[in-house]
């Protein structure tokens, strides 16, 4: 079977090894060093709920040796001790608890102001389960799988094979999903057989039993991901079977964290499941029937069981040799590397035995967490998970009437064990007595224990601690009560790689109009505005501009938003949506429009185009083209509107023609329709442009003379080349997101967004005159009356200056803000910085010139100038 | 101990839990659509209102703990709106009315 | 290590009593600190704090623990840089270590649009005394190597936003620092009492109506209840313009240090950081609808996990442990309600949204003068509860959306 690296010594692999049970056989006592005190801690558990096994396996820290099986050539690592998990110097942290008394850090490092900061630095240094690989490739990506069922069973104990085979059987589609494999942590007993019998039963009953599976928690819908296997399925069950089982309690007492004190069935699974023995001599602790069992177990592989301890009902049966202490209870472990003997309370007094392992077998806490976090989903739980300690044929019974959608009875286990002191908390370092410091200090709920002393919020998020946090609560605070309120329960179940969480997660969705490819060809530097992929720069953006303003350029406006409005009511919903007339708007004219919202506040603007019969054609934002249609919907919904809304956007391709020299080409390239060259502002046509049909739009964002054609996107491609190749003498060429952003400023035209505040209204961004407030209903008419009774307090202004202008700086006057710059540009034109803003009132009047970081500039009307050539 | 949770009689009400009931395309998970708010009144958003209930209108929300009616557009789906009822503190829709 | 050895008590139960000067409703970290100051720099001590869970239960022991200044409006700026200057203090203020830790903040732009936000925010922030500066993909790489420029190979890194001030506090160290402060100097806190309701007489915020029907009266009341506000204040016929959404994070195994600092996405809307004990902490952006529900759901779990892989491939590895949700009272502007409300004796500090826990000191600082003396600090003057229906609102989203 080969051999695993051990820090640096080869341990033999036999098979059926998880990596914990080749390290115990090789010798290996101290699996790692606790947290806080570098404790030394060995095997406990052996199912995954405590946190004494974890190790860095091949570089991946925090992984649980008994739950992975073993292979060859894997390189385990311990975690904790310096200069090594055996020999660890900052072990004398243990002989110093008073100077790391519970809530150490809030006590400490107040003073001087840097302390905390260099504590911070060692702390953080030393912490954790080990140290996660930065560097090497990355996981490769895990798939996702959807998955319904009828009945999912997580845990494939007896319970939960016994509800899936139930279920099964009564024709339901069955998942049963199973941390490790079905019967693989238990010895050679009455469970394993009848484990063995159920899993037959369930799989000729059609049940899907799937091993190496962990349930991440229960979420609304419900939705159970389940990640192993190396994929991720998201689960939709109809209803659920929680059957995790119990895990026995543990017992705080003084060494109870030494190397060589076993949870039973801990003890009995290295026994008779690996063949190892957990101990030469053992002590057993009782309070189980299970714990006759352990012993048996444990006498088996060649352990000495030299005495049980326990209630005297139970110590009737123990076979010869085994001293039968009645009534005797573990106060103490001592040992210095591992257990060298057991301190007992006997009636008869104290006693103590030598020995090397202590097995403890006092109860069970139930392994619930799922179910506590499943709210009010269709879950329920069967076996020891809602009745710890429960009988075989109570477990199988338990598990069929959860198949059959019974509900089990509530079972209390009692309150969990807690001695004068001993570790609660293993992950953690939790003593009992640090709880009574903390309680004493004035923290009474379990939460904020919890918080304070940090129990149960290590990597086993209270598996076996949590009802001993409760347990110390409620005997403080009702010490008659007998369940106890636990914290509360959070996904995930168990630790989960982000690799596998992050499964199926889409990329983020990423647009392109019909000329991508035509932008790369042209070398354009292409980046994302929203969701859309679109050209910033084909080459030097200032020839761009000079190419607008002189010849002739061309913008791919396929990403603008294109909605046609149609229907009995579609000029009901325009008027309403719209803050301007249109109810006087002739097919073939246009109009720029503000929708507002209910507030009054500009959401979006773009072009209102009457259509013959009574429809519409509207433009919107690029960005804002989703959160549009959704508007023009909500209003006609909530209006009782009959009309029709189709959003066009996404298979209309866009281009837009301008310059001084766009006439010229259009009206070289019009093959039908009017003369696009002379189309006189708020006007559209249909026209036929180098074979491709188009709706042409006159607009005037980028001033001078500017056409949109619209057209579908498939002839987007045929329709650009065209107009390159007729407009190639006149200089035709593309432009890009920044010369755009120079030329509307140069008109002084707004960007929603960038140089608009949420609140702004008409009024605010100086179009007023784009509001008929005569009208007599419209979507933001009622605030806009409220809001202009007001005196005008913030407007948007245009600012010219000399120097350069830094957008996002601060206006200044005298030392005070009273405004923002928000777009600025060196406009060739116009020999001088320009740019917008929001400016405030100062004593009911706006200031003329303001200080833009530094430079002075003077408040000017917008547009900046008129710019030439339409 | 254990999660007191409701019995299976009632699991076919809880199968629509986050999912919405769209009118068009029958129950959907609610990730395919886009929260509208709460149903703000009067309905319609452009019905004229004073200043004082135009203030309300505009940005005060019940915001109950509670029963809401609200808003939602089924944007994967359909593209149309429904008004339903929703508790926010269990996070159920509990109707369509 | 000075007073290590010391017995302390940092709270003591009280008897309730049926009146004092100050009820402050909410025991998290807002109502703690406007507790505190009341006691420490106005001498009022008749204070009650009425808190219905445990302290900090709330969004205060459910954030993502960042304090910071980079703000986009010249109204939040100056307030959260002077929070910032009591965070950096306040350990020794409160005699309690809130392990407050400057380590920086990183904001990654993915898009020229995020970029220019960014480089806005930079400007404004120096403008105030801020310090904020713009990085290129090299020298981000330089800052933190661990940051994949390639986004993923799916969205490559143009720059980024870089806060040095950007700094961590424990929250709930905070939550218990104030306590334990206040609680020395005479301030009465009560868990696990739930106020039901307001006592409004005579036009007038008397006091509150505690579970059981009892009245404990006060000449003033403050609202420091976060996504529970509006449910209280509709018990006096108060309508607020608040609404009550999620906002979730969670925590890997910890691990050796590895990370310093806030690394972010503000395209990505995906923030990660390191704390003291090791776990990666990785939170995300509000989500759009209201709930009261504090139940996690795996579509943040998933998505979340992926972009955090997105910027830090590392994280692939990581092994989530814990996962929460908590409620955010937002508001239409994002930006905090700080004042007294339209009701005699009603004060309110709501709207915390994102930005509670890091405006906490200087919240409970300055609405501490207000209800001492009267008089509005100017420094919270434009965050009145009256300034939507003035049509003065302090829009700052793009800062306040996530972290």
New interface residues.
Partial sequence: MGHLDVDGRPVEVRPGDTIASAMFRAGVRTFTRSLKYHRRRGLYCLSGDCPNCLVTVDG???VRACETPAADGQRVRRKGGWPSVERDVLAVADHLH??L?VG????????P?WA??LA??A?????????????GP??EAVPLRHRRVDVLVIGGGVAGLAAAAQAGASGARVLLVEEGRVGGRLAPGPVRDRVATLADEARRAGVEVAEGRTA??I?????V?VVGGDETL?VEP??IVVATGAVEEHAVFVGNDLPGVWLGRGAARLAGVHGVRPAERAVVWARTAEALEHVRALREIGTEVVAVCGPAGLLTQLPDGVEPIVDGEVVRAVGRRAVEAVELRTPEGRRRIACDGLVVSLGRS?R?GL??M????????AGE??A?GCSLDEAEASGRRAAA?G??E????GRARLGSDGIVCLCEDVGAADLDVAW??????V??LK??T?AT???C?GALCAPALAAFVEGRRRPTAA?AERPTA???AR?????A?????D??PERRTGLHDRHLALGARL????AWLRP?RYGDPDEEVRAVREAVGLLDVGTLGRFLIAGPHAGALVD?VLCCRTDDLAPGRSRYALALD???YVRDDGLLCALEDGRFLLTSTSGGA?AM??WL???A????LRVHVV?QTSWLGGVLVAGPQAPTLLARVVERGPDLGSLPPGAHAEAVVAGVACRALRTGFVGGYAVELHHRRAASVALWDALLVAGRDLGARAFG?DALDVLRLERGHPYLG?DT???DDPRKLGLGWAVALDK????G???L???W??PL?RRLVGVRADGPL?????F?LDGA?VG?L?SAARSRRLGAWIGLGWLRAVDGAFPERVRV?GVSAAVVPIPFEEAGGG | ???????????VE??V???IDCPHCGPR?FTEF?Y?GEL?LP?????????E???R???VRANVAGVQRE?W?H?AGC???LTLERDTV??RVVGAP | ?S???R???????RELRGGYDVVIVGGGVNGLSLAYNLAAHHGIRDVAVLER?????GAS?RNTQVVRANYNT?ETVPLYARSLELW??L??EL???V????QGELDLC????AL?VE??????NR?FGVATEILTVEEVVRLQP?VDPSGGG??PV?GASYHPPGSFA?H??VV??YA?AA?RLGVAIH??LRVVGLDVRDGRCRGVVVEGGRTVEADAVVLAVAGWTSELASTAGLALPITTHPLQAFV???????LDGLVSSM??YVYVS?T???ELLVGAEILPYTTYST????GF???A??R??QIL????????????AGLCDMT??SSPILGASELDGLYLMAGMGTWGFKGAPIFGRSMAELVATGRTPALIAPFAPGRFAA???V?D?ASAGTH
């Fill in positions: 991946v820290p925090g008073a100077l008394p150490f850090y809030s006590k400490t490092f107040i003073r102001r905390w900061s911070e630095r702390i953080r240094s030393v912490t954790g389960v080990g140290r996660l690989p930065t560097t990355a996981p991440v928690g979420y609304e819908g419900p939705l991901p998201r109809n209803r139930p619930d179910l506590r499943a709210g009010d989903e269709p879950a329920v739980g998970v809602v710890p959608g509900r089990p509530a079972t209390s286990c004493a200090e004035g923290w009474r709920s939460e904020i918080r304070y940090t919020m290590g990597p998020q369940a959070r996904p995930p630790p989960v790689p982000l690799a969480l992050a499964a199926g997660v990329e983020l980046g994302r505005s929203g910033f309403r209910p507030g009054g989703d249609e959704a919907r909500d209003v919904d909530r209006g009782g959003n997101l960038q505040l949420p609140d007599p209903a419209f979507v008419r009622s605030a009356v409220r809001l009774a007001r307090e830094a957008r996002g700086a601060p200044e803000v923002r928000t970081a | 101990m254990w999660h007191a949770g409701p019995s299976f009689q009632a699991e809880r199968a839990a986050l999912k998970p886009d509208g703000v309905e319609d958003p452009a019905a004229t209102l004073g200043a209930e135009d203030l209108r505009v940005f808003r557009f944007a593209r149309r709106w269990r996070n | 290590m007073g290590l050895l017995r302390r008590t940092f709270l003591r139960p869970a445990y302290l900090g239960a022991g010249p950096r203090t350990s020794q005699d309690f270590n392990q407050f830790s400057t993915h898009t020229a649009d220019e480089r806005d925010k930079a400007l404004l403008a661990l799916e969205l143009l424990r709930d160290s218990w620092g334990s609680t868990e696990e890997t195994e910890p691990y050796a240090h590895v395209d990505l390191q003291a004990r090791g139940r996690s759901t795996f779990l998933a998505e996990s992926r955090a892989i491939p590392f994280m692939a590895r990581a092994r989530a442990m814990r996962q929460w239409p502007d049509d003065r609102m829009p989203a």
